[in-house]
């Protein structure tokens, strides 16, 4: 604790800001250029890159190279990438070591050993740790697509799910983000593709992407993500026969206080004059008998409207996605 005390108390909250690291630059805001070169020689310190540090003492993270790089590469330089994703808690990529850094345009960086390229788009927002800047929970998405390709496509719409279920941000938010983008860097044509194969930028789990296919087997087909009503949404409904089906996760709906939450739900369509269906994991192993069922109900439930039942006329594909239930 002594020693700590010898860095100057903002130097100190900087580098704790920035998870540990801190640039001999910043060092100069309150010590002269000796008085810094002194205590970055006086073993509080150990070198990440040139002209950055860390404190010693505090805990090794996997952020800290890649906020040592953005120091590094200033002015403006951002930390894009997996990581950024580890950084908001994205299953799939805490604690990833992978980023790239965007640096200014005008920026030439020589003899680095980390991924760096000029940011197509200088002026983007961003978050801060201290000087640190990282991109916004969209752009580390399109470029994580970028940096792994469609090798973690699971990983890559986890992610996705994860950033929209904590209202990061939404399916018009990251399509108007690819068409800025688009052409621009890699990871748009990667990640629209990765996202279009699992059903679209509607679906919002991955067990909804395993039920997708087997709904579209019918015509006329379900249609995903559908308010019935101003505050209800089912994952996929059926126009015609007024009927919806849900994707029923076992750690979503275990707990009394969900489950009573979906009886509630399923009262209010009933009053409604909508009815819903439920699917499981279990449901989704057997895909032949799951569509047979669900043909089933969709003829009763036609009888019951006077209307002419939606049927199977498409073949199931040849191999269903089952592990994401």
């Known amino acids: 604790m002594q020693a700590v005390a010898m860095i100057p108390t903002p130097a100190f909250e900087t580098a704790e800001a920035q998870h540990g690291v801190l640039a001999r630059y910043q060092l100069q805001r309150w010590v002269t250029p000796a008085a810094a070169d002194d205590l970055l020689r006086s073993g509080l310190f150990a070198p990440v890159l040139r002209g950055v540090h860390r404190v010693r003492g505090g805990a ?30 994205v299953p799939g990529f805490l604690g990833s070591p992978a980023f790239e850094i965007l640096r200014r345009p005008e920026r030439r960086l020589t003899n680095v050993a980390f991924a760096h390229r000029a940011d197509p788009l200088p002026d983007r927002p961003v978050g801060r740790y201290g000087d640190v800047r990282v991109v916004g929970p969209l752009d580390a998405l399109i470029d994580s697509a ?31 983000r690819c068409d800025q983008l688009r052409g621009l860097v890699p990871g748009v044509a990667i990640l629209e593709s990765v996202l279009e194969r699992a059903g679209g930028l509607e679906i919002e789990t991955e067990g909804e992407r395993a039920l997708a296919p087997v709904l579209s087997c019918f015509d006329p087909p379900f249609v995903p993500q559908w308010w019935v009503t101003r505050r209800r949404r089912v994952d996929f409904f059926s126009t015609r026969c007024r009927c919806g089906y849900e994707y029923l996760g076992e750690v979503d709906h275990a707990y009394v206080a969900q489950r009573i939450a979906d009886d ?62």
């Open 264 to 325: 509630e739900r399923d009262a209010e369509l009933r009053r409604e004059g909508i009815r819903l269906g439920y699917v499981t994991k279990h449901d989704l192993r057997d895909p032949v008998a799951l569509v047979a069922t669900i043909a089933g109900s969709l003829t009763v439930r036609a009888h019951e409207l006077g209307v002419t039942p939606p049927v199977a006329v498409r073949p199931l594909p040849s191999s269903l996605p089952t592990s994401w239930a």
């Open 60 to 89: 090794r993270l996997a952020e800290q190279y890649a906020f040592a790089a953005a120091l590094r590469a200033r002015p403006d330089a951002t930390v894009t990438g997996p990581l950024v994703l580890g950084l908001l808690g």
């Open 146 to 176: 970028g940096l792994l390709g469609g090798a973690r496509a699971r990983d890559l719409r986890v992610a996705w799910d994860h950033l929209r279920g904590k209202g990061l941000t939404t399916p018009d938010r990251l399509q108007r």
